[in-house]
């Protein structure tokens, strides 16, 4: 009898993108953050970055099994959390000012415009 080399997929067929956080603990070392499947979409983890959950992020990586792709996403989350506090009239949170300083593109800063 012929054996099948065919393997099933433990994929769901319609996965979500998941965003994952590398977080920095000191002197206890670097981790990927352990996250829920439901709650590891983009504005889950733009909430929990914003609202302190991450000791000190280094990079986000959102990935699609069901897509085949991977990216380093951390830029773009920077620049997200930078517009967003640019839009409440607030400072980054001291917590995330090393990761937005890192990938923000310095363009995005605003700057005074003298008025003639």
Known sequence: ???SRWIPSIVPDDEPTVYLV????GRAGRAWREADLETADLE???QD????E?????R????NTAERWSQ????DIAREIQHRCDLQ????????QEFVDRYAAQDLRQFSLRLV
């Open 1 to 3: 009898m012929r054996q």
């Open 54 to 58: 991450y000791r000190r992020p280094i």
């Open 72 to 75: 380093d996403v951390s830029e």
């Open 22 to 25: 590398a977080d920095d603990f």
């Open 49 to 52: 970055l914003m609202a302190g």
């Open 44 to 46: 889950t983890v733009i």
């Open 60 to 63: 986000v990586v959102a990935f």
């Open 89 to 96: 009239l607030s400072d980054v949170p001291s917590h995330l």
